[in-house]
């Protein structure tokens, strides 16, 4: 099965960036689109931005034109470019991908991005 590495989370002050990067291993022919969710504790996973094989990307309401999302279909890898960070973008950042069944995705494990005040 699909398998997802993240990476690239940390620690940033407010106003910094930050770079995850995403790894699909395994069958990954099947993978039609790739994507990014927040989640913080006691609430749900909220999507950051998603992109499709094709390149069209789309983005969560936290994004605000900040955020830039993009995919290298050869390697399987999904980067998250994320600018301006405040301390509401905290939170554990995980990588998903959702297969071309339109029944079946997978989540990594998650990456922690934490902005200080």
């Known amino acids: 099965q699909v398998q997802l590495l993240e990476s690239g989370g940390g620690l940033v002050h407010d106003g910094g960036s930050l770079a995850l990067s995403c790894a699909a291993t395994?069958?990954?022919?099947?993978?039609?689109?790739m994507g990014w969710y927040r989640q913080t504790p006691g609430k749900q996973r909220d999507l950051v931005a998603r992109i499709t094989n094709s390149g069209h990307a789309i983005y969560g309401d936290s994004d605000k034109g900040r955020f830039t999302i993009f995919k290298d279909n050869v390697q399987n890898k999904v980067w998250l470019q994320l600018r301006l960070l405040t301390p509401e973008d905290s939170g554990k950042y995980y990588c998903?991908?959702?297969?071309?069944?339109?029944?079946?995705?997978?989540w990594g494990q998650g990456t922690q991005v934490t902005v200080s005040s």
């Open positions: 395994g069958p990954t022919a099947g993978i039609n689109i």
């Open positions: 998903n991908a959702e297969m071309i069944d339109g029944l079946t995705d997978h």
